[in-house]
């Protein structure tokens, strides 16, 4: 079985300055980590994934999100919060040899404030 | 090149009825999941659907039924609807290649139950 637990449910930044939205992951095999992000009254946005290539996973919209397998984190990051960032963001964990299922944690809502 | 889309946007209906649900996959894609999300939770996996059939459920009652066609697209079935059915129902396609999908979301159906 795989889970993720999403250790913030609000975070809160000023514009401009550095986000970091974490998530630890729990998982029998090697899994596919993914994060994606909602805005209101809208659908998921994926944003990076990792599926055990290289450990430190560039996205878009300049977030960028690193595995460590020692501390089963996958912290997702971004230099500079701008005001379109706020949102509903996803942490996801998925293992093949279990099924194609996404599991979400319950996500951590990103305020940005001027 | 469209992307995944749903219908319809809204959906009003009483206890008891019945509701269907329809997915078109995004260009190229052959298998669709069905997400249910309730308000202020991370989405549930119900059910994907590959080469017309159910390959994956997820804790999701046989109220719950689903179907998919030749042309890839999708149906959720609802059977007997309760209040705790209101939610936002997102459907997710992928490609099938054997490794890990990754899974592109539409905007949902937003379904109240009175």
């Known amino acids: 079985a795989q889970s993720v637990t999403q250790l913030d449910s609000h975070v809160s930044v000023s514009e401009g300055t550095p986000v970091l939205l974490r998530c630890n992951y729990s998982s029998s095999y090697s899994p596919s980590l993914f994060w994606y992000v909602q805005h209101p009254n809208k659908g998921l946005q994926l944003l990076l994934k990792?599926?055990?290539?290289?450990?430190l996973v560039k996205g878009i919209n300049g977030f960028e999100a690193e595995f460590k397998k020692s501390e089963t984190s996958f912290h997702l990051t971004k230099p500079s919060a701008h005001m379109s960032d706020a949102a509903e963001y996803f942490c996801v964990v998925s293992n093949p040899n279990s099924g194609y299922a996404l599991n979400f944690g319950k996500g951590t809502s990103l305020l940005v404030t001027p | 090149d469209a992307g995944v889309t749903q219908s319809p946007t809204h959906l009003i209906k009483t206890r008891g009825q019945q509701v269907t649900l329809r997915c078109s996959p995004k260009s190229g894609h052959d298998t669709v999941s069905w997400y249910q999300q309730a308000l202020g939770q991370g989405p549930q996996f119900i059910f994907q659907?590959?080469?017309?059939?159910?390959?994956q459920r997820g804790n999701f009652p046989d109220r719950f039924s689903g179907h998919q066609f030749p042309n890839y697209s999708s149906e959720l079935n609802v059977n007997a609807l309760l209040l705790g059915d209101s939610a936002l129902y997102l459907c997710?396609?992928?490609?099938?290649?054997?490794?890990?999908?990754?899974?592109?979301f539409g905007p949902g159906t937003r379904l109240t139950v009175l």
């Open positions: 990792y599926t055990s290539a290289a450990t």
């Open positions: 659907y590959y080469e017309e059939e159910e390959r």
């Open positions: 997710a396609s992928s490609l099938r290649t054997g490794g890990t999908d990754t899974q592109y």
